[in-house]
């Protein structure tokens, strides 16, 4: 699928502050579409996970942009992959009747984001055969 002029870059974001599945029902608004058709449909979600997910989608983007030793074409940046997993679960204690503490724990999210981008094509100068026939008379 991937040929010689696609390059890839990925970021993650751990210990976001939100339950996996409701962080992945914003991932899925994201998945397979361009970086910037992503990244206009998150800010326009009222969900508490979309900043999250945006925040990692622009950082993916901008590894690919910045670090890759090639020239990205920032209009052919697409989602090539993005998953929520569960993160790390902190336990709490919140207090009850009759003196007691009854456990709770809360969850956290980590988000992982793959961006591929396609190679600017670098233009070729094209030499004009009629300037060529003009230096050689001036010669």
């Not at 940046?77 to 009854?102: E, Q």
Request: aromatic share 4%.
């Amino acid at each position: 699928m991937a040929d010689k002029n696609t390059h890839f870059a990925h970021a993650v974001i751990k210990g976001v502050d939100s339950q996996p599945r409701k962080t992945a029902v914003v991932a899925s608004l994201a998945r397979d579409r361009y970086v910037s058709d992503a990244v206009v449909i998150l800010e326009n979600t009222p969900r508490r996970a979309a900043r999250a997910v945006r925040k990692a989608i622009e950082s993916a983007a901008a590894n690919l942009l910045n670090n890759s030793e090639v020239s990205i074409d920032p209009q052919s940046l697409r989602i090539a992959r993005i998953s929520v997993t569960a993160g790390t679960r902190m336990r709490r204690y919140v207090p009850a009747s009759r003196g007691r503490a009854l456990p709770f724990e809360k969850i956290s999210s980590n988000i992982f984001v793959e961006v591929a981008g396609e190679e600017k094509v670098k233009k070729a100068a094209a030499k004009n055969p009629a300037s060529d026939t003009k230096e050689k008379e001036k010669k």
